[in-house]
């Protein structure tokens, strides 16, 4: 492992080069460009405002800000992890010539989503200086729950990334499970609304934790409370190592299959 | 002193009969029992070892795991069995320009393609105007790579490539591009990586190219290695008629 990780240091220049492609390529070709990226939540923070508070008359205070929060995470994580399912595909001529260390592509995927997510908080410090929402001093621990939620997803997007070169469909069938996933983490209801027998869906899955622990201090101003940093940092730490071990096991047969 | 050390090297391609390309159709197909390989070996038992300061040829017809062979080495392929030791750092030229993006300009892609291969962006800040100047292209350094000829593009990579100060140097028949004089350069390049001690592993089909440069010639065929020693007595069993098949007989 030490091996590997000195490689990818050897490689940052490359890593910078594959992040700043990344960002480059998905603005690029839209006229508002950057703007899309802080537009684009807001839109949708719109229409599920309207369809959740004001049709189905969900009671959360502040509920723009409480969706925003959850949506925000949720976008990044399944981003990152959806484009993961792609990178070894996409850089297959390349793959198929020179050696580099693959995880080097996974890693760019994560981060180039974690500053596609930092961009997207730009909206959200508008939407909460507009409603008067205050600032706590807890915003200090977002770096960890950033750093949490990253982890997560990049040990997802190790375990995905291998096995979508040997088996094509995982990416697709990904998609679909990113749906129920998705209805099944509290980004647009409060956890309390999920009645007591399937709370169990709810509060076993990861993502919920990770939701909590970033919207903690934007939205409640308080930190996480520690059953939830527990989880979270246990899910974190489970995702890596499962990821980085298939991953170990996995990518030297890609270069067969691409 | 070692460079390179292959022992028993086997590549095994597992090719389906049935194409498997989906989780739904594996889980099907192994289901009912039915998953099926046919397997090609691109390289079988392959035991060399290769020494500091060397220059080997690597000769054979076409689909002889030449191509594998430089592979392995270069670690783009991690074999199916058996083990390869590389001692010292590698430069691999294995297709020139395999890194470039054509819509960024050949500055922007020397630097995409020194990251490629593991350079920092200050080792390459360093090198960029001899790169430049040896692929001969000061005068369309920024303009995107799109508009270059292939024989641009070819000076461009080989030139990325070769600025380094290599032990291990891995070339796979790059020479056929460029015109007669850059060629002559690329010669002159070789040359010079030879003086400094540099193991040189040349796949060529070109066996003048061959004899001129290697001391020892390795002859693969059917992924086997047929024969490995000085490079002239090689090159003419390989020629000579009578050695057509000269594997079948052996196994």
């Known amino acids: 492992m030490g091996t590997a990780i000195r490689e990818i240091i050897q490689y940052r220049s490359l890593l910078r080069n594959l992040v700043a492609r990344d960002v480059k390529i998905r603005y690029r070709r839209s006229a508002l460009g950057v703007a899309w990226t802080m537009l684009n939540p807001l839109l949708m923070m719109m229409v599920f405002t309207l369809v959740f508070a004001h049709f189905l008359r969900f009671s959360i205070a502040h509920f723009p800000i409480y969706f925003l929060c959850g949506f925000l995470l949720w976008n990044f994580f399944a981003q990152a992890t959806s484009w993961s399912t792609a990178c070894f595909v996409g850089y297959a001529p390349l793959l198929r010539k020179i050696y580099l260390p693959k995880a080097v592509l996974v890693l760019a995927t994560v981060l180039s989503g974690l500053i596609n997510l930092a ?15 205050s600032f706590s001093i807890h915003l200090m621990f977002l770096p ?12 997802v997007s190790l375990l995905l990334a291998p096995l979508c070169v040997l088996f094509a469909d995982i990416a697709q069938i990904y998609q679909v499970v990113l749906v129920a996933w998705m209805y099944l ?13 399937y709370r169990v869906l709810v509060t076993a899955n990861p993502m919920t934790h990770f939701v909590e622990t970033f919207r903690a201090p934007i939205y409640s101003g308080t930190l996480p409370d520690t059953g939830t940093l527990l989880a979270a940092a246990t899910a974190a730490a489970t995702a890596l190592v499962v990821g980085w071990v298939t991953f170990q096991h996995y990518s030297d047969r890609v270069a067969y299959h691409i | 002193m070692l460079a390179l050390e292959l022992s028993d090297v086997t590549v095994r391609f597992r090719l389906p009969r049935d194409r498997v390309r989906t989780l739904k159709e594996f889980a099907i197909n192994w289901l009912r029992g039915r998953i099926r390989f046919d397997e090609l070996e691109a390289l079988a038992q392959v035991s060399c070892a290769i020494h500091r300061g060397e220059s080997v040829g690597v000769i054979g017809r076409n689909g002889a795991g030449k191509s594998t062979f430089l592979k392995v080495i270069a670690r783009v392929l991690r074999p199916t069995t058996g083990t390869v030791r590389v001692h010292g750092t590698l430069a691999p030229l294995l297709e020139l320009g395999a890194g470039f993006d054509p819509e960024l300009s050949g500055r922007e892609n020397i630097f995409l393609n020194g990251a ?17 100047e040896f692929a001969e292209l000061e005068a369309f350094i920024d303009a995107p790579v799109r508009t270059y000829s292939s024989g641009m593009v070819a000076r461009l990579g080989f030139a990325v490539a070769t600025d380094v100060e290599p032990d291990i140097l891995l070339v796979d028949e790059v020479l056929a591009v460029g015109d007669l004089a850059f060629q002559e350069r690329c010669l002159e390049r070789f040359h010079g990586f030879r003086a400094c001690g540099t193991t040189l592993v040349l796949v060529s089909h070109s066996l003048d190219l061959v004899r001129q440069l290697c001391t020892r010639v390795l002859w693969l065929d059917g992924g086997r290695l047929v024969a490995d020693g000085p490079a002239a007595e090689v090159i003419s069993r390989y020629r000579s008629p009578s050695a057509e098949e000269p594997v079948q007989a052996a196994s």
């Open chain 1, 144 to 155: 960890v729950a950033l750093l949490l939620a990253a982890a997560f997803a990049l040990g």
């Open chain 1, 185 to 197: 983490t509290p980004i647009f209801y409060p956890l309390e609304i999920v009645p007591p027998e």
């Open chain 2, 116 to 132: 490629i291969l593991g350079r920092s962006r200050r080792d390459m800040e360093r090198r960029f105007a001899r790169i430049v």
């Open chain 1, 119 to 133: 961009l997207s908080l730009v909206p959200l410090a508008l939407l909460m200086l507009v409603e008067g929402h």
